[in-house]
């Protein structure tokens, strides 16, 4: 089978394929708690820069404070995974049918985080979706620096090897953060997904060539846009 134009899809997982209930916001709340900063003046910041690396994150709001950020890091960490623990995480409705679908139209796919390694294989045991996709990639296995950095997404073409050509990536998620992720990495669609903490006017301004309701629709919008090319 001829591979097709775009055979590298990189997803984002919280709010793109994951729906966590708000979970972020109440971890980041734990964390602030935890090290006696009020979370209420940096709730703004925390969901304006929504896929971001949350160490990163946490660097930005206590001042650069290394060791303070991560202590708050691993507080996050330590209280999103006691949230999984509960069962309050759940798929976005056909998101693993789409990793499913997409993979045998013969694309490899890649699941992203901003979370730390231990917090994804949390969500990932909680659903059930190890070996859903081809690979599983947190910011630790890109060098350290996640979204808004392309650099998880180049990972994922250096790890895979699955296209010659960063034009056939195609990249989704439901922050500004991964869509400027996408466009940095030169990836010939990026998808905007409606699931999740931005809405179309953020997603559009920071370079989303297709919005779509929620990662289910991806499939076919991968297909259609690779018909209209040919």
């Not at 916001?25 to 690396?53: K, N, Q, W, Y």
């Not at 909680?126 to 996640?146: K, N, Q, S, V, Y």
Request: aromatic residues 4%; hydrophobic residues 45%; charged residues 20%.
């Amino acid at each position: 089978m001829t591979a097709p134009q775009h055979a590298l899809i990189v997803l984002d997982m919280a709010g793109t394929t994951v729906a966590d209930d708000g979970l972020v916001e109440l971890a980041f709340t734990a964390a602030a708690e935890r090290l006696g900063e009020d979370p209420a003046t940096m709730i703004d910041h925390v969901r304006a820069t929504m896929g971001e690396s949350k160490i990163t994150v946490f660097r930005h709001l206590l001042g650069g404070d290394e060791q303070r950020a991560r202590q708050a890091n691993l507080a996050f960490e330590e209280a999103y995974a006691a949230l999984v623990d509960s069962g309050r995480i759940s798929a976005i409705p056909g998101a693993a049918e789409a990793v499913a679908a997409l993979r045998e139209q013969g694309r490899t796919v890649v699941l992203t985080t901003g979370f730390a390694r231990v917090t994804q294989d949390a969500i990932l045991d909680a659903l059930g979706w190890h070996g859903l996709a081809d690979l599983t990639l947190c910011p630790a296995d890109a060098g350290g620096r996640g979204r808004p950095y392309p650099d998880m997404v180049l990972t994922a073409l250096l790890r895979t090897g699955a296209v010659d050509d960063v034009r056939r990536i195609a990249v989704a998620g439901d922050t500004a953060y991964d869509v400027l992720s996408g466009v940095r990495s030169g990836a010939g669609i990026v998808a905007g997904v409606l699931t999740g903490a931005h809405g179309e006017r953020a997603l559009t301004e920071h370079g989303a060539t297709h919005v779509l309701p929620s990662v289910a629709a991806l499939p076919e919008a991968v297909r259609e846009h690779e018909e209209r090319r040919a």
